[in-house]
């Protein structure tokens, strides 16, 4: 045939089935002699095809625009899509690219087990003493303490009242008194006043006064207390109100390694002890002594980069195959080691465990 033949032959074909189609179709427009497509219904999963497909999905092919001259926008092209996606289904090919979020809940993470970043107000303590009601007594008879400034503390106070500490070598004037008066009574000092004063109190954490030492004298305006105990170098230490510590998933007893200070003395302290509960507020306490080492005063922030909860080292897991090396290089189980069954049981044979 020729190509004319062909064209009258496709001609007469089209005029046929016209004839036949619906009486809708051929109103519709004259030009048209197939049904009008049918927009199908879009996939369920937000308009992608499913990844079964094996194809990519573009409407346009089905549902014409009015518009012709309209570019697809945000659409890659339809034979790009199928060629990519038929190439990761056959293992071949760029693997997916992540959608955009999942990389930044990796760095979230990443984040919060590297480097959480949280910022603390810093609170100066200077030399203070914590007193028993017995000992309070003692230094100041019985009228209760004048509240000069309420601590961040909550409950806690600056009184108006002090005492003069003497020591082996020399004495310290106008010590605040914190109230109210507790269970002990309780000197807190930095190392410069322990070198004044002529003792070595140890580093301890408040209230754990097993270590604390006396040997100082309390002076007041109605009496003196010879310390047996109770004299501390207080440990740094952070306040954390127990929604904080939630927030963080800190806890009481952890230890923090924190950064203070900024410019030339910023540096970063280690082994900062976590005190939380009810009555914390959130408040990193340094003494005075630390504060002017890394350059800071009450207010400055500083940050917490790292912490750790001690005794909650990872156990390691041995499975029977690191029994099998260790009893060749002659190297015991670590201690604390958690066993695999089938390790308990070759660690049993080798003479290595006990029972
Ligand atoms: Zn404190």
Redesign the pocket.
């Known amino acids: 045939m020729t190509n004319d033949e062909l064209d009258r032959l496709a001609d007469l074909i089209a005029r046929a089935l016209l004839e036949r189609a619906p009486s809708n179709v051929r109103t519709h427009s004259a030009t048209s002699w197939l049904p009008a497509p049918v927009r199908p219904a879009p996939p369920e999963r937000g308009g992608e095809p499913p990844p079964w497909s094996g194809a990519a999905q573009d409407l346009t092919d089905v549902a014409p625009s009015a518009n012709r001259d309209a570019a697809p926008r945000f659409r890659a092209s339809t034979a790009e899509l199928t060629r990519a996606t038929r190439a990761a289904a056959g293992g071949k090919g760029a693997p997916p690219e992540r959608s955009g979020r999942e990389p930044e809940r990796r760095l979230t993470r990443q984040r919060a087990a590297n480097a959480p970043a949280i910022d603390v107000r810093i609170?100066v303590?200077n030399r203070h003493v914590h007193l028993s009601t017995a000992d309070l007594a003692t230094l100041f008879g019985t009228a209760p303490l004048t509240v000069a400034r309420q601590l961040t503390?909550p409950g806690q106070f600056a009184a108006a009242e002090s005492v003069a500490v003497h020591g082996p070598k020399g004495r310290i004037d106008g010590v605040r008194v914190v109230g109210p008066a507790r269970g002990d009574t309780q000197l807190e000092i930095a190392v410069s006043d322990a070198t004044a004063l002529g003792v070595e109190p140890p580093v301890a954490a408040?209230g754990a006064l097993d270590g604390s030492i006396g040997g100082v004298t309390l002076v007041g305006p109605a009496g003196r207390v010879e310390l047996r105990r109770g004299l501390i170098i207080?440990a740094r230490?952070l306040?954390l109100a127990p929604a904080d510590a939630r927030r963080w998933g800190l806890r009481d007893g952890d230890r923090l390694d924190v950064r203070c200070g900024t410019g030339a003395r910023a540096a970063t302290l280690h082994d900062v002890l976590v005190?939380s509960g009810d009555g914390h507020a959130t408040?990193l306490?340094l003494d005075a002594d630390e504060a002017r080492a890394v350059a800071v005063k009450t207010g400055d922030p500083a940050t917490i980069l790292a912490w750790r909860t001690p005794g909650a080292r990872k156990r390691a897991l041995i499975t029977e195959r690191d029994v099998q090396n260790l009893a060749r290089n002659g190297q015991p189980l670590p201690p604390n080691a958690i066993l695999t069954p089938s390790a308990q049981d070759r660690a049993r044979a080798l003479g290595m465990l006990d029972r």
Request: glycine share 10%; net charge neutral; charged share 20%.
């Open positions: 609170g303590s503390q408040s207080a230490h306040h005190r408040e306490h």
